[in-house]
């Protein structure tokens, strides 16, 4: 587990796992609101090397990031779930089309919907521990 004050702290602790990424994980991020993940997010768009900037998916579902800066990550797919019911609500999204060797598919809110097995390659949880702080922790998941 690591601890994060700051806005650049979570960057930081991104940046080590992007750095561990090669191109076709899929990464679940767990959190409340306000947790941190889209801040997450935006830290490990810009280790791989991207220039993109990185919104919240909540309103648009899914957001694509190129990146250049990288040998063999071509893009960055990133998702929220939060607001889906079903499970048949995901065809829309196409997200097996997402799921390619140069590719980083990030999901937010896995668990609305509980009987998707997502397959993550890694899990990062994220918890408020002040206003300021909060504990992040990186899992990765074997095959």
Request: net charge negative.
């Amino acid at each position: 587990m690591r601890i994060s004050h700051s806005l650049e702290e979570s960057h930081a602790i991104a940046a080590v796992l992007a750095k561990q990424l090669v191109g076709g994980e899929r990464i679940i991020l767990i959190g409340d609101l306000g947790a941190g993940k889209t801040t997450f997010t935006q830290g490990l768009v810009a280790a791989l090397g991207s220039t993109a900037r990185v919104k919240s998916p909540t309103f648009t579902v899914m957001n694509e990031y190129p990146v250049t800066g990288h040998p063999t990550i071509h893009r960055v797919v990133h998702c929220d779930m939060y607001r889906f019911t079903a499970p048949e609500e995901l065809r829309a999204l196409e997200l097996e089309e997402y799921q390619s060797p140069d590719t980083v598919l990030i999901i937010e809110w896995p668990d609305a919907l509980p009987t998707v097995d997502w397959h993550p390659t890694h899990i990062v949880r994220i918890g408020h521990i002040d206003e300021h702080s909060r504990s992040i922790v990186i899992e990765e998941v074997g095959e």
